[in-house]
């Protein structure tokens, strides 16, 4: 089947001396793997290794066999081209954490355009703002609604977060949980906007802290679901 659809590069992988093996997140049809033969050698094909880099936003022409094999991109090009993401490291390291964080948190082969618009909507945000040191922790957060586990805001006065209930409880049990000065941060970004994350301030150990718990509810929610690689790249660029 011939399809026109966008796309989020998710990842993308050498293969062999010429070719990628590139995982997108596609409006159409959720996350796809393509292989694209010789893209690495040929100087004047329709395809670029550079559109391949990850969260690039594209708009793709591709053949779709939908039969568990690796599927072909024929024609692709850039929807949104990043102004300041690939030069400001900060930005950059957080692009590479949240692209493992999506490899390790999206598995479908179905179609979900309300998942799709957020990630294309916020990355912009990302691409165009300077306040940007809790937008992955808010990015991540807003995440689970699409993955279907946002946290349950009733009883917010408790003093814990039972990461696996992901519901506020009044004493503990022996599922993980956050407390204390990591769940006060952590209460003040639920119910929020992108617009006013930067007026939310914790200090470094403690933004630390607060990620390494919701890299945990991510973990106790997603069958298979791996630490990312990138988070000590992260997390030397913040400190």
Do not use: C
């Not at 408790?158 to 769940?183: C, H, M, R, W």
């Amino acid at each position: 089947m011939q399809i026109k659809t966008k796309a989020l590069i998710i990842s993308s992988l050498k293969y062999g001396d010429s070719s990628l093996i590139v995982k997108a997140f596609t409006y159409s049809d959720g996350i796809k793997s393509y292989l694209l033969k010789g893209v690495l050698s040929s100087r004047k094909g329709k395809l670029k290794p550079s559109y391949f880099q990850p969260l690039t936003q594209l708009e793709i022409s591709a053949i779709h066999k939908n039969k568990g094999t690796l599927e072909r991109i024929t024609e692709a090009r850039i929807t949104y081209a990043y102004q300041t993401v690939h030069g400001d490291p900060s930005k950059n390291a957080i692009l590479l954490f949240l692209a493992e964080m999506l490899s390790n948190s999206i598995y479908e082969e179905e179609q979900n355009k309300d998942l799709f618009v957020y990630l294309e909507t916020t990355l912009q945000w990302l691409d165009t703002h300077h306040s940007i040191p809790n937008f992955h922790i808010f990015f991540l957060i807003e995440l689970t609604r699409y993955l279907g586990f946002y946290p349950e805001t009733s009883n917010m006065d408790y003093d814990y977060f039972d990461l696996q209930e992901g519901a506020f409880k009044i004493q503990t049990s022996s599922n993980p949980y956050i407390t204390k000065e990591v769940l006060i941060v952590f209460k003040r970004f639920l119910g929020i906007k992108f617009d006013t994350i930067d007026t939310i301030r914790m200090s470094k150990s403690l933004r630390r802290e607060l990620l390494q718990a919701i890299i945990l509810f991510f973990e106790v929610h997603l069958d298979g679901f791996k630490k990312p690689r990138s988070l000590a790249v992260l997390n030397e660029v913040f400190d």
